[in-house]
């Protein structure tokens, strides 16, 4: 099992910052990459930004490039995700995921093996 922590949500006015961080703890070095989600209100969680180990590699969404950056360390088994120029639509409560051995798509909720709690992100227009 691998647990996560996310922790850096809050209350920010349009246009301003936040950065999100994730722990990981447990088989962590089952996993190979890492994953933000977000979920609004009666909708859907979505895809935001993903980080592979193996590469570095990175991917985000076409509604954040540009804005946010996925980064992390794998040693130390932590992700980070800054937001820059948040948009109201930027609300949500943002999950940290981490895939291990699993076939589904990588940018589906399906394709994480492990969720954190969520934080709740706000930006007030």
């Known amino acids: 099992q691998v647990q996560l922590v996310e922790s850096g949500g809050g209350l920010v006015q349009a246009g301003g910052s936040l950065r999100l961080s994730c722990a990981a703890s447990?088989?962590?070095?089952?996993?190979?990459?890492m994953g933000w989600f977000r979920q609004a209100p009666g909708k859907e969680r979505e895809f935001v930004a993903v980080?592979?180990?193996?590469?570095?590699?990175?991917s985000y969404a076409d509604s954040v490039k540009g804005r946010f950056t996925i980064s992390g360390d794998s040693a130390k088994n932590t992700v980070f995700l800054q937001m820059n120029s948040l948009k109201a639509e930027d609300t949500a409560v943002y999950y940290c995921a981490a895939r291990a051995l699993i076939t589904a798509s990588i940018w589906s909720p399906a394709g994480y093996n492990y969720w954190g709690q969520g934080t709740q992100v706000t930006v007030s227009s």
């Open positions: 980080i592979r180990w193996s590469s570095s590699s990175t």
């Open positions: 447990g088989r962590t070095f089952s996993t190979y990459a």
